[in-house]
């Protein structure tokens, strides 16, 4: 029994694993084999736990939203300042997706695999988190500090930020709380009521 790890542990690893390989290879490109031996399982006791290839699809795309949506909820509600929720906002998005960049990737890449229940599920957690955004824009409105929440507006604001996976450097010579504080200020000048 000393010898064994705790089954958390090795479906952690799984899912580290996994995220790093469909990110490089994509989904489609890797191989339940590869993913078993770099996970250092065969391929039974992988399936053991993961179940399928798309479950762990999902399971990967689901972390990285619910980190997301969990560092968003605390975010707005840590203050009653519209502005200071989106600032709070985001600076919780860029350092999640710092954090898990490879889940980011593997996420806007390859949740179009996704299928059936797995799709749905996917969906109604993205649309639970761009609702964050859209009720603050909306609280904003009300209080006169932002002159628009329409969908396309909220659509370009998460659109900014999510392509910053793209480019952004969590060891690189800016860090990445001086990019949200800078990505902050351009969108609250380019939402700002006159």
């Known amino acids: 029994m000393s010898g064994e790890q705790p089954a958390d542990s090795t479906r952690d690893r799984i899912l580290q694993v996994a995220s790093q390989i469909f990110a490089v290879k994509g989904y489609h490109g ?113 209080a006169g500090v932002f002159r628009t929440a329409h969908p396309i507006d909220v659509m370009g604001v998460l659109g900014l930020l999510n392509y910053t996976y793209v480019w952004l450097d969590p060891k690189g010579p800016t860090s990445v709380d001086e990019i949200a504080e800078r990505l902050v200020v351009l969108i609250i000048d380019g939402m700002a009521a006159h």
């Open 30 to 142: 890797a191989g339940v084999s590869e993913l078993g031996e770099a996970a250092g399982l065969q391929r039974g006791a992988l399936y053991y736990h993961i179940g399928s290839k798309e479950d762990l699809l999902f399971d990967l795309c689901k972390r990285h939203v619910d980190e997301a949506l969990t560092r968003g909820r605390a975010a707005v509600a840590s203050t009653p300042d519209p502005r200071e929720q989106l600032r709070r906002l985001v600076h919780a998005h860029l350092n999640t997706l710092a954090e898990r960049r490879s889940d980011v990737i593997v996420a806007e890449h390859e949740m179009r695999s996704l299928t059936g229940d797995r799709s749905v599920r996917l969906r109604a957690l993205r649309r639970e988190y761009q609702s964050l955004f859209e009720e603050v824009f909306e609280r904003g409105v009300a």
